[in-house]
């Protein structure tokens, strides 16, 4: 299987009909035995026995396999501008086509920094020049991420920023995160804050616990987390903003966050598929790639994580793609860099909560698809006839390994390097073009 390449992604998209498939949409509560009708780019139709098309399109019969809107991945970081030889945009894309995922959303911890509009118009330029799935671009909360001066939160969001945040790092100063929310509001835009105060944290490198002190590593105190997601909840009431906890780990930080919803405050919470499926015992042998910002918690966090993407308590599932190279990685752990890739295995790792039994297949897929895009007011992460045809053919029960030479990120930090796993991409779509196959 080989991704297109930009020549393919110019030309004219082929009308294409997708029968004899599941038919799984979140967007319209659809789950159904049926097809999909693509022309000229967008959805034209979605019905059960949908077997007939006018003369000239591409029939594809699926033989039963899934076919679904396209994964929105809302936490990606990406080495283009400043670190090209960890990732590009254009590698990022080949990895996302080949996950399933049409639409990324790009982190603004670049060299230099995305806090400027001629930065976010360079970031769309190149996007468009390199990338084959659809890419979009977060810009800083705060100029330089460093936490004290905010950006044009007005300007940026005019230039085309889809939300504001300060990526890996935490606002520690509760005024700047006041008058954030408080401009974020008045241009209806996101705060999504990565929720780890870093005084608490330390020079933690793991989840504080009994295995943490096996280990002999320094721990992370689940309250490093909670501490801001409890101030945080606090100040997006006060100042009736629109917030987005990044990366939630913990039942305590889940439970305040249901809460406030339950008092009317507007928060959504995202967790990344790595702490969905992998606890603090996989650290095991001083594994770096499995070093992560927050940490991976205890598997009574896990098991209430993964209940809340079942109970519809948790928005977003993310792959917080994050490549780092031998450079970073292969140090002993307290020195290694956090972050893992997560592009290609997104969806075969959220494929584990639905063959467990753990979750629905409807709402895993809500959680990477309309949920993400009716929080950040994208037109994709559907099929309803119309919105552009950015779609993925899915066989759910296909078995592969992850093998790291077969990645095609830039960097290989995979956590789940020689993990099986059941679901695999067949093909990809992006406004009517296959861009992966």
């Not at 591409?58 to 809107?69: F, T």
């Not at 990732?87 to 982190?107: D, F, K, N, P």
């Amino acid at each position: 299987m080989t991704p297109a390449g930009s020549q393919a992604n110019r030309e004219l998209p082929r009308d294409t009909l997708f029968y004899n498939a599941r038919v799984v949409d979140p967007a319209q509560d659809i789950d159904m035995h049926g097809g999909v009708l693509v022309q000229k780019g967008a959805v034209a139709a979605i019905e059960e026995n949908l077997t007939e098309a006018p003369e000239g399109t591409e029939l594809v019969d699926c033989g039963g396999k899934l076919v679904c809107p396209g994964l929105i991945d809302m936490r990606v970081f990406t080495g283009e501008p400043g670190a090209e030889h960890r990732e590009t945009l254009a590698s990022a894309s080949r990895a996302a086509a080949a996950g399933g995922v049409t639409t990324m959303i790009c982190m603004p911890d670049t060299d230099p920094v995305i806090d400027d509009i001629a930065l976010v118009d360079y970031f769309m330029r190149r996007a468009r020049d390199t990338a084959i799935v659809r890419l979009k671009t977060m810009a800083a909360i705060t100029r330089g991420l460093r936490g004290k001066e905010m950006t044009e939160i007005g300007l940026l969001s005019a230039a085309g920023a889809v939300g504001f945040t300060d990526g890996r790092n935490t606002i520690t100063n509760s005024q700047v995160m006041r008058n954030a929310m408080t401009y974020a509001r008045d241009f209806d835009a996101v705060i999504a804050h990565h929720t780890e105060d870093p005084d608490l944290k330390g020079n933690g490198v793991m989840n504080e616990g009994e295995t943490s002190a096996r280990l002999g590593l320094t721990g992370i105190p689940i309250e490093a987390e909670t501490v801001i997601v409890e101030r945080d909840l606090h100040l997006a009431d006060l100042t009736s903003s629109r917030y987005h906890a990044a990366q939630v780990s913990a039942e305590k930080s889940l439970d305040a966050i249901t809460r406030a919803k339950n008092r009317g405050v507007s928060v959504t919470c995202g967790i990344s598929i790595n702490h969905l499926c992998l606890n603090e015992h996989d650290v095991g042998g001083y594994r770096t790639f499995l070093k992560m910002s927050p940490p991976l918690r205890a598997e009574a966090d896990r098991a209430a994580m993964v209940q809340g993407v079942s109970d519809g308590l948790i928005d977003i599932i993310v792959s917080s793609h994050d490549p780092q190279d031998v450079e970073t990685k292969r140090h002993p752990f307290a020195e290694a860099a956090d972050g893992a890739v997560g592009l290609e295995t997104l969806l075969a790792a959220a494929l584990r909560l639905v063959h467990s039994g753990d979750c629905d297949l409807k709402d895993v897929l809500a959680c990477m698809t309309s949920n993400p895009a009716a929080l950040l007011g994208l037109e994709t992460g559907n099929l309803k006839p119309g919105s552009p045809a950015d779609l993925i053919l899915v066989d759910a029960d296909a078995p592969w390994a992850v093998e790291e030479r077969d990645l095609r990120s830039r960097s290989k930090n995979t956590p789940f390097e020689g993990d099986r796993f059941l679901g695999r991409v067949l093909r990809t779509m992006v406004a009517g073009r296959t861009i992966y196959e």
